[in-house]
C-alpha cells in the first residue's frame, strides 16, 4: 500500500486548504485512515480518523470544528479540508492507514501501519 499526500501549501491565518492522500496498491476500504501532523521540535500529532470498521470520525480538540474529514472510495482518496486556520496549525501534515478500528488507539500513530511521505503546511500570522 502506497500513499501519497498533496495539497499543502502557504496560507494566511484564517484560510484554507485541502489536502488529499492518494492510496494505491490496495482499496482503502477495509482500512482505517487517519492524518497526523508534525511541527518542528515537536512529536507527531494526532488530528482526526477515520474508523473503517464503526464508521466513526474522530477528531483532536484542536482543530474540531474547523477541519473536516472526508473520503472517496471510488478514488481511493481521503482528504482533509482545512478551515479558519491558525499559524499553530503550522506543520509537516502525514496521512496513514491502519488495520485497526478501534478507538482510542487509532490516534496512537504506532497503530498505523502505512504512511505518505509529509505535505507541508505552512499558516502566516
Known amino acids: 500500500v502506497q500513499l501519497q499526500a498533496f495539497g499543502g501549501g502557504l496560507v494566511q491565518a484564517g484560510g484554507s486548504l485541502r489536502l488529499s492522500c492518494a492510496v494505491s496498491g490496495r482499496t482503502i476500504r477495509p482500512y482505517t485512515m487517519g492524518w497526523f501532523r508534525q511541527a518542528p521540535g515537536k512529536e507527531r500529532e494526532f488530528v482526526v480518523a477515520s474508523s473503517w470498521s464503526t464508521g466513526t470520525t474522530y477528531y483532536s480538540d484542536s482543530v474540531k470544528g474547523r477541519f473536516t474529514y472526508s473520503r472517496d472510495n471510488g478514488k481511493n482518496t481521503v482528504y482533509l479540508q482545512m478551515n479558519s486556520l491558525k499559524p499553530e496549525d503550522t506543520a509537516v501534515y502525514y496521512c496513514?492507514?491502519?488495520?485497526?478500528?478501534?478507538?482510542?488507539?487509532?490516534?496512537?500513530?504506532?497503530?498505523?501501519?502505512?504512511w505518505g511521505q509529509g505535505t507541508q503546511v505552512t499558516v502566516s500570522s
Open positions: 496513514a492507514a491502519s488495520r485497526s478500528g478501534g478507538w482510542p488507539e487509532l490516534a496512537v500513530a504506532v497503530k498505523y501501519d502505512y
